[in-house]
């Protein structure tokens, strides 16, 4: 059992920054891929970003890239999204969460809810025009 709880969100306006941050509990990180997921108001859930175990890459949607970093702090045990040049499209709520074997291993899947097993509660950007 994973324990994925988001932090990080809030208003900010357009050209701003924000920091995201998913804090694991029950099971270590460092060694397991993760996502990034964002669901806008009416829509559906939709990839930001993957992070692969240790020299796998990190892949990024194309709306969020060169906006957008995921990293991590295995000490702490978190995954981190830092976003950078915020837009209004960027509102959403904000979903961290970890991909157990068996893992994805194509671009297709990086993106598929279904491939992930668990998830945060989510937490809420809006960005202001």
């Known amino acids: 059992q994973v324990q994925l709880v988001e932090s990080g969100g809030g208003l900010v306006q357009a050209g701003d920054s924000l920091r995201l941050s998913c804090a694991a509990s029950g099971r270590s990180l460092s060694s397991f891929p993760m996502g990034w997921f964002r669901q806008a108001p009416g829509k559906g859930r939709d990839f930001v970003a993957r992070m692969n175990r240790s020299g796998g890459g990190i892949y990024y949607a194309d709306s969020v890239k060169g906006r957008f970093a995921m990293s991590r702090d295995n000490a702490a045990n978190t995954v981190n999204l830092q976003m950078n040049s915020l837009k209004p499209e960027d509102t959403a709520v904000y979903y961290c969460?970890?991909?157990?074997?068996?893992?994805?291993?194509?671009?297709?899947?990086?993106?598929?809810?279904?491939?992930?097993?668990?998830w945060g509660q989510g937490t809420q950007v809006t960005v202001s025009s």
């Open positions: 969460a970890v991909d157990l074997p068996p893992y994805a291993t194509t671009w297709s899947a990086y993106q598929r809810e279904t491939q992930y097993d668990y």
